[in-house]
């Protein structure tokens, strides 16, 4: 097994993502630079972005830290409000999404475990630059492919 080398940041740095859209996420840990173990990303929303179709993933827990701005995520069977310092985790087969619903741009810190997630916001950028911003519908198509399962 090859170790990996440890991963330190200074503000401003990670490997930044577009979506044209918009918002931006900045990669801070990928699963690749963790072994697999887990994926570190930033997400900066943009205001009234409606954020991916609800949805839950089979083996992937997905959790978010809002740092600044107020993320509306959807935690069981309603939208709750999550301003700054607020913590959601999502489990395995647990349904949910997220959106910014307020006229502010949101940071949230985006955590997934098993890693990798970084690789479907690749694609989703990448399709972006050919074809232009990509679709709720069209986001989750393409990450039918990585663990994440549409219920709507």
């Known amino acids: ?7 330190f940041l200074r503000p401003g740095e990670g490997e930044r993502l577009d979506y044209l859209d918009g918002d ?3 990669v801070l840990a990928s699963g690749d630079a963790t072994g697999g173990a887990f994926s570190a990303v930033e997400h900066r929303l943009a205001p009234g972005v409606a954020g991916p179709p609800k949805h839950y993933h089979e083996r992937m827990c997905d959790s978010f830290y809002v740092l600044e701005g107020t993320l509306s995520l959807w935690v ?3 939208w709750e409000a999550a301003g700054p310092g607020s913590f959601a985790c999502f489990p395995p087969r647990v349904v949910h999404t997220f959106a910014n619903k307020s006229d502010q741009t949101v940071r949230v810190l985006n955590v997934n475990s098993p890693g990798g997630w970084d690789e479907v916001l690749r694609a989703i950028v990448n399709h972006a630059r050919r074809n232009g911003p990509v679709g709720s519908a ?6 039918a492919q990585r663990d994440m399962i549409v219920v709507e």
């Open 1 to 7: 097994m090859t170790q990996k080398p440890a991963i």
């Open 24 to 26: 931006v996420s900045v």
């Open 76 to 78: 069981e069977d309603r």
């Open 138 to 143: 069209e986001v989750g198509e393409m990450s």
